[in-house]
């Protein structure tokens, strides 16, 4: 069923789960949950749109089919968790590089940032292949 009011407001919600779905992401990759939670509102977004319109118009702005998330995110993890075996350590290691962005300021990237990007991807891509399917079998509108 279309919603004028879900359709005038999707933008909006659109930009503002996608935003707050990648400071999750990066906000938790130190800490339980960041990638996991961060996929499911980026799923969220394009949920809405499938509800709002339909499903062709919502894979249509996602640009990406959901597979291609599932295998770069399972592959993203998989590097990441193969990182620690190349450097020496075991599986699943934690390894940070500094970044200087300023004189006295730095970035530390490490392989816990990439395993989550990786959790984000392949959860975004399954909510997203799962519930395209479904409503497409059931034939929403």
Partial sequence: MKNIILQIALPYIRFFLIFFSIITLFRGHNFPG???????????????????????????????????????????????????????????????????????????????LLFDIGVYLTVSGVVLFLIFTIMEEWQWK
């Fill in 34 to 112: 960041g990638g996991f939670i961060g996929g499911l509102m980026f799923s969220g977004a394009f949920i809405f749109q499938a509800l709002a319109w339909d499903v062709a118009d919502s894979r249509k702005t996602l640009k990406i089919r959901p597979a291609h998330m599932i295998g770069t995110g399972l592959f993203t993890a998989f590097i990441s968790a193969l990182s620690g075996i190349v450097s020496g350590r075991p599986i699943l290691s934690g390894i940070w590089i500094d970044i200087p962005l300023l004189k006295s300021y730095s970035v530390k990237l490490g392989t816990p």
